[in-house]
């Protein structure tokens, strides 16, 4: 399967703070991206879709100014919390189609995000 | 919005025996489907997919197992082992969706016991 990279795995951050989550795909570009929020014992909640070159989509009742994407490029794509509260606290995957015309999508290894 | 659930959140199953997990959706129109194990603290890893012009498929230990008339998909996997032990998720994707964009089931944690 396609690689998946994130950075960091794990932060903790004083409440107010904007916090940047990396998303890399290491062996093909993507076009598309995606951000899931992922809190405990629940599943995983689609945020938003990353495109390269343009403007995310985002899902109802997501903050697109509190959650920025930027995919500047097609092997890179950030998340930024900004101003993060207790309440944002979660594992933030990513994940990446496999390529033009393919359907699986595969997943990042997940970032735990601790606000204090 | 539609969703994918799951019947049962918890199921043990010893080990050696299989394992049936069930997900029933309710989007008629999901063209798409896919199954993911998640072990505690990782993403999650693909395992299989299926479209809805197919009612099964295999892979290794794995087969998964579509009705659309009843709108319910399984997971089965095989001499389940103690590495199977994790949370799984059943996935779907609408037509009518962006593509590429799933909706996830509850999840099932499936505990293998000695």
């Known amino acids: 399967g396609a690689v998946v990279s994130q950075h960091p795995s794990w932060v903790i951050c004083k409440s107010g703070t904007s916090v940047k989550i990396e998303c890399r795909s290491l062996?093909?570009?993507?076009?598309?991206m995606f951000w899931y929020r992922q809190f405990p014992k629940q599943s995983l909640m689609l945020m938003a879709t990353?495109?390269?070159?343009?403007?995310?989509?985002?899902e109802q009742g997501v903050e697109k100014d509190k959650f920025l994407i930027n995919h500047a490029s097609l092997t890179l794509s950030t998340l930024t919390v900004t101003s993060a509260h207790p309440e944002d606290s979660s594992f933030y995957i990513c994940?990446?189609?496999?390529?033009?015309?393919?359907?699986?999508?595969?997943f990042g290894p997940g970032t735990r995000l601790t606000v204090l | 919005g539609e969703n994918v659930g799951l019947h049962l959140p918890t199921l043990s199953v010893q080990e050696g025996d299989n394992s049936i997990i069930n997900c029933a959706y309710s989007?008629?129109?999901?063209?798409?489907f896919i199954w993911y194990k998640q072990e505690s603290g990782k993403g999650p890893q693909f395992i299989i997919d299926i479209r809805s012009n197919m009612d099964k498929r295999q892979g290794q230990r794995v087969t998964v197992l579509l009705n659309k008339t009843v709108k319910h998909l399984s997971l089965q996997i095989a001499a389940t082992q103690p590495g199977d032990s994790a949370v799984y998720f059943c996935a779907e994707r609408g037509t009518t969706d962006s593509w590429g964009k799933l909706q996830f089931g509850a999840g099932t944690q499936v505990v293998v016991t000695p």
């Open positions: 062996d093909f570009q993507a076009t598309t």
């Open positions: 994940s990446l189609l496999a390529g033009a015309g393919t359907d699986t999508q595969y």
């Open positions: 990353s495109n390269e070159g343009s403007k995310a989509t985002y």
């Open positions: 989007n008629s129109a999901s063209d798409y």
